[in-house]
């Protein structure tokens, strides 16, 4: 009997120690009312900030709720456990805030550790949870060892606590009052962590936002050159730069010196449609690095002028005659081209267009559309060409001569051994700017014998006749004869026999 009285009163807490757990309780309590007022101001000033800018706030607001709800579901828990104790000792009429058997050493280690149904284990587990998500809200190292040490459910190691589990070091033992107050510093912990992660939320709104001193106004065009009938279109805008910190601007992969303050220009040696590709980095306020990627299509055209001579403008009926359509500022695989009044056909060929007319005397009206920058097709307008017949070809005699092409059109000496080994005669339009071929399907020479006589050889293909060769045989040098009465056919189709007479002298 003696050892057990001695242990009772070992285990005796005086009044003014239990009563020392009281003011520290309401302390506590105070500090934590004025916490949660502060939290419950920030959370009202950030759903200001979301309802007036949802976008830009929207993440974080989301966040904030969420430690909120987590926050509140800790809180209220630890609440519950508090007034379980209390209602443990004091019965259902207990009271968290008056409590009579503060002396009590049972109450707190049932509630808490009783086998199966004791609530530490799962208080234990949510107050580790709850550090662990609230830490990695929180940027500032001082602030998360603070969080962390606050919620600390470590054991000390000491020789009275080897064998300790945490709920047991804190509940096992432990006066009703002393109990009660260990939780309301636990509320007051998550006040003051749920706190920290509404500042740096809050912070973070505008952490991410480019600090300026220079606001100016830009007109960005889609094309400085506009066709008349289309539209002029540009974007409007309001920049903002920091002219103490400037970007760090990528093109191709390579960075643009600093000195260039954004200006790029490029050397433009090939024709077709390109895209200037990169990028930039800032760094921002909260030290992450912002990039923003940019994209510019442009196109590069031969410069060009169109100029025609109005008494020129002429197409060959029947002919394939080749035209180049272009439009200033636009691609040539932009443009399209038509006949508007049905007299011949078009059709593209490589960078050009080939004009077949149908009808001689009927002018060919060419309408002409451009796609533009926008997507629009744009009328560039109908221009008219008169049509002509293909004039008549001069009959020649093509051979080689040293590698090169010659054709002997008279009035000059022609080696015999040239004309002995020419198969016959040809008929184009050869001026220096056509260079358009017929078929000849029948000429007439003309002879002259020792008496003066004419002696006519008449060929119906465009070859010489045996008789034709073996009179060439007989010339002598200084000798002549005429090639005339030429028949010959076009592309145009059209058959005509030639007026030219093609003199020939025999060296």
């Not at 934590?32 to 900030?49: F, G, I, K, P, V």
């Not at 000491?158 to 636990?186: G, H, I, S």
């Not at 990627?293 to 009926?317: C, G, H, K, R, W």
Request: proline share 4%; with cysteine; net charge negative.
């Amino acid at each position: 009997m003696y050892i057990v009285l001695m242990a009772m009163l070992a285990l005796n807490v005086s009044s003014d120690v239990l009563k020392g757990f009281s003011l520290v309780d309401e302390s506590l309590d105070r500090s934590t009312s004025n916490s949660t007022s502060q939290n419950n101001a920030m959370y009202e000033e950030l759903r200001y900030y979301y309802e007036k800018n949802p976008e830009k706030v929207a993440q974080w607001y989301e966040k904030a709720m969420n430690v909120k709800m987590r926050s509140d579901s800790l809180y209220d828990y630890v609440d519950y456990l508090k007034r379980r104790i209390v209602v443990e000792v004091d019965g259902e009429d207990g009271n968290v805030d008056d409590i009579q058997n503060k002396e009590d050493l049972e109450a707190a280690s049932y509630v808490m550790l009783a086998p199966k149904r004791g609530e530490g284990q799962k208080l234990f587990e949510s107050v580790n949870s709850y550090r662990d998500y609230i830490i990695d809200l929180v940027q500032d190292t001082v602030q998360r060892q603070i969080i962390n040490d606050n919620l600390s459910t470590s054991v000390p190691k000491r020789e009275d606590t080897l064998t300790k589990n945490w709920q047991e070091y804190m509940f096992e033992n432990v006066p009703v009052a002393a109990a009660v107050t260990l939780l309301t510093k636990l509320q007051n912990d998550i006040r003051y962590a749920e706190g920290e992660v509404i500042h740096t939320l809050m912070n973070n709104i505008d952490v991410g936002d480019l600090r300026v001193n220079q606001v100016n106004a830009y007109v960005i065009p889609n094309s400085q050159t506009v066709v008349r009938g289309g539209e002029f279109k540009a974007n409007i805008i309001l920049a903002a730069v920091d002219s103490t910190q400037k970007p760090n601007i990528y093109v191709g992969g390579k960075l643009l010196p600093a000195e260039n303050n954004g200006s790029y220009s490029l050397l433009c040696n090939s024709i077709g449609d390109f895209t200037l590709n990169g990028y930039m980095e800032l760094m921002q306020g909260d030290g992450t690095m912002l990039r923003r990627d940019f994209s510019q299509p442009y196109t590069v055209i031969e410069p060009t002028a169109t100029v025609s001579a109005t008494m020129m403008n002429v197409l060959y009926a029947g002919y394939d005659n080749p035209l180049s359509i272009s439009v200033p500022g636009v691609a040539n695989s932009k443009i399209t081209a038509s006949i508007a009044n049905g007299n011949g056909t078009i059709t593209s060929s490589g960078d050009g267009y080939i004009i077949k007319p149908a009808t001689v005397g009927k002018d060919v009206v060419i309408a002409v559309n451009a796609q533009m920058n926008d997507g629009r097709t744009q009328n560039m307008g109908e221009y008219s060409f008169r049509v002509r017949q293909l004039p008549d070809p001069t009959p020649f005699i093509e051979y080689t001569d040293k590698g090169t092409v010659q054709r002997y059109r008279g009035g000059r000496g022609l080696p015999k051994s040239v004309l002995m080994n020419t198969d016959g005669i040809i008929a184009a339009i050869d001026d220096g700017l056509l260079n358009i071929g017929f078929r000849v399907l029948g000429f007439e020479t003309v002879f002259f014998d020792n008496m003066g006589n004419a002696v006519p050889e008449v060929s119906k293909s465009s070859s010489f006749t045996e008789r034709q060769k073996d009179m060439f045989r007989r010339l002598s040098r200084g000798k002549r004869f005429y090639i005339s009465r030429v028949k010959a056919i076009g592309p145009d189709g059209i058959e005509r026999t030639l007026p030219t007479t093609l003199e020939v002298i025999v060296n």
